[in-house]
């Protein structure tokens, strides 16, 4: 036969488990109050193994810049500031190529392994993204406009700027580089479906394209171009491009690029880091 259970224990209990129900109602409510922050990708964690020895601390977000309409350029950091190895990914840089926003997007949401900071920065052109122009609010092409063996171009698609690294977007790029010294950088376009191998570690890039399901190749040289900047500033690193096919990143690719993206934190390479597996001309 069961005991009778006091009244006074059994409203003790229930006024406990009450309290406790309110502070985990107040939990969830707070946590979606860190605002734009990226959303959690259910399913698209680490393995439990990895996982396992993965920092899983909430990215940091940090402003790096300000467009020319003064909008914030935000920079996501996962992963501890000791971290020997800095990893840098750009969902944007042209505002009418958005599709790696999906990619840095659920990249945000997953822990990145032990010894790896990572740091993403969604959108590098803001004011493109906001007009759905290439360009920013000057018309300037961001991409040609890195000083590295920067040209004058007045064209309406491919402006130059006036000078080498004339705009705020270029300068708040330029300014984290120098400061992270990111091992690897990766940066989506659109629409070419292809993974350039530029000129950093051609191996690193041919990796990604492999996981990725993108065939790897040597873009021909731009003149004022971010990744050319940044691997001949920074010899020993390397800075790629990836050019996602037109339209929106769906469940199946999203899972091959964060794989991909995964090998890039993890140091994996393929085969010759200079040799092209092919060239083709740059848009
Ligand atoms: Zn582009």
């Known amino acids: 036969m069961p005991c009778p259970r006091p ?3 059994t409203a003790a209990a229930v006024a406990l488990i009450l309290g406790l129900t309110m502070v985990a109602m107040i939990a969830v409510a707070v946590a979606p109050a860190r605002g734009s922050g990226p959303r959690p990708s259910p399913g698209l964690g680490l393995s439990p193994a990895l996982g396992a020895r993965a920092s899983h601390r909430a990215p940091e977000r940090m402003v790096i810049g300000h467009s020319v309409q003064g909008r914030p350029i935000v920079a996501w ?3 501890p500031s000791t971290a020997s190895r800095r990893i840098l990914v750009i969902g944007v840089i042209h505002g009418n190529e958005p599709a790696g926003l999906a990619i840095t997007r659920a990249l945000a949401s997953r822990p990145v ?6 740091w993403i920065v969604p959108e590098l052109n803001p004011d493109g993204v906001a007009a759905d122009t290439r360009q920013n609010a000057h018309g300037v092409d961001l991409n040609r406009n890195f000083p590295y063996r920067w040209q004058f171009s007045g064209d309406a ?3 130059s700027g006036p000078r080498p690294a004339s705009e705020p977007e270029t300068q708040a790029a330029m300014a984290l580089v120098r400061r992270i010294r990111p091992a690897v950088t990766v940066t989506y376009h659109q629409h070419m479906d292809l993974v350039d191998e530029s000129t950093g570690d051609h191996g690193v890039a041919r990796r990604y394209a492999q996981l ?9 040289f731009l003149p004022g171009e971010e990744t050319a900047w940044s691997n001949h500033t920074f010899p020993g690193t390397t800075s790629f491009v990836v050019e996602l096919p037109a339209g929106p990143v769906g469940p199946a690719a999203l899972a091959r690029h964060l794989r991909a993206l995964r090998a890039v934190e993890l140091g994996q390479r393929s085969g010759s880091a200079t040799g092209c597996d092919s060239v083709t001309p740059a848009l």
Do not use: D, K, Y
């Open 157 to 159: 698609t491919f402006a």
């Open 212 to 220: 990725a399901g993108l065939a790897a190749t040597c873009l021909t």
């Open 113 to 118: 392994p032990v010894g790896v900071q990572l």
């Open 77 to 79: 950091v996962l992963g």
């Open 7 to 9: 009244i006074a224990r």
